[in-house]
Nanobody
């Protein structure tokens, strides 16, 4: 599996940004895929994740109602639309997949990661 993120950058608080992740070697639908982020000095956390176990999309509490994950299976691309951005959203954002068939969104299950794209939200 190969993943390549794009779309990061500098944005003012309250603004919007869209991230993309080009995915190859991955079958959408039966395996977990999602976005994660890691701020300086913090642990990596889930932003949004599609669970293969119940085919639902989940969001981390800090981004609920502001971020939306979607995919274009034909283009093999995962997206993250980020609205109402806050300075605390500043982080490196990664897309990742799990090889756990019909698996859930547990971070430990994600073994393939992109190189990340950095988002800075200024106040």
């Amino acid at each position: 599996v190969q993943l390549v993120e794009s779309g990061g950058g500098l944005i003012q608080a309250g603004g919007s940004l869209s991230l993309s992740c080009a995915v190859s070697g991955f079958s959408f639908g039966d395996y977990p895929i999602g976005w994660f982020r890691q701020a300086a000095g913090n642990e990596r956390e889930m932003v949004s994740c599609y669970s293969g176990s119940d085919r639902s999309t989940y969001y981390g509490d800090p981004v609920k109602g502001r971020f939306t994950m979607s995919s274009d299976n034909v283009k093999s691309t995962l997206y993250l639309q980020m609205d109402s951005l806050k300075p605390e959203d500043t982080a490196d954002y990664y897309c990742a997949t799990s090889a756990d068939y019909l698996g859930d969104c547990a971070l430990a299950h994600f073994g393939s990661w992109g190189q990340g794209t950095h988002v800075t939200v200024s106040s």
